[in-house]
């Protein structure tokens, strides 16, 4: 029988598996934290709306960020108790040592520790949340990560091939360029039922770079455009 003390991130004894529904969490312990409330456990069944991750400081002491992707607020913990929330992106500072905090549309986009001395770290991501899930995978299973990791920008940028003339063409036919300059007929038309498959398949791949917080200004561009 292992002696190990309960952690804040392990499920819940009643809820082995860290599926409890999200109705059945409180207000008191999703809402605005309290000042110096007690991180409350990350459950798997709420990885949709949130994520975690974590860092030890210069003090020893450990930091948590508890992301919340539905209110686009974050939360900083020191040693499992609430510290401060704001709004996203935020920068959180703890004496000469500073986290970053940014977003996009399908995950992080950063969460980075700065040191004293300028180093910069990536925190880690909690147990149970959908980046250490990716983590896990890329630790096991290599050639199965690095696959998935090539699959989404081939995905990206064949969206990006054949999306972007379509996209092109009715942002051409909207009244407030149509009258001004000349309107674009995109060389591809697919049917619909392909379009809306190739929208699903980019925000899936979207979401795989995110989670392992990759991003490109070109290969990227089609999803962050679909978002806005």
């Known amino acids: 029988m292992s002696g190990r003390a309960p952690h804040a991130d392990d499920p819940s004894p009643r809820d082995p598996w860290g599926l409890g529904s999200i109705e059945g969490s409180s207000e008191e312990e999703w809402g605005t934290p309290a ?11 709420l990885s ?9 400081l ?21 040693n499992n108790r609430h510290v401060r929330t704001a709004e996203m992106p935020t920068r959180f500072t703890l004496g000469s040592e500073r986290i970053e905090v940014d977003v996009s549309p ?15 770290e990536r925190l880690d991501p909690a147990p149970g949340t959908p980046e250490h899930w990716r983590e896990r995978l ?3 299973h290599p050639k199965a990560s690095r696959a998935t990791a090539v699959g989404a920008v081939v995905v990206l940028v064949v969206n990006l091939i054949l999306l972007a003339p379509q996209l092109l063409e009715v942002v051409t036919h909207l009244s407030i360029w149509s009258g001004r ?3 674009f007929v995109s060389p591809v038309d697919l049917p619909v039922w392909l379009n809306t498959t190739l929208t699903v398949t980019a925000a899936l791949a ?12 070109i290969v990227d561009i089609e999803t962050e455009g679909l978002s806005a």
Do not use: K, N
């Not at 000042?35 to 069944?45: C, D, Q, T, V, Y």
């Not at 399908?106 to 910069?120: H, K, N, P, W």
């Open 35 to 45: 000042p110096g409330a007690e991180l409350p456990p990350f459950r798997p069944s």
């Open 48 to 56: 949709l709306q949130r994520t975690r991750f974590t860092a030890e």
């Open 58 to 78: 210069a003090d020893e002491s450990i930091a948590t960020v508890d992301v919340d992707h539905a209110s686009g607020r974050a939360s900083l913990y020191r």
């Open 106 to 120: 399908y995950g992080m986009r950063r969460i980075r520790l700065t040191r004293a001395d300028g180093r910069q």
């Open 138 to 140: 890329s630790q096991r």
């Open 181 to 183: 300059f000349p309107s």
């Open 206 to 217: 979207a979401t795989e770079r995110a989670l392992t917080f990759r991003h490109h200004r």
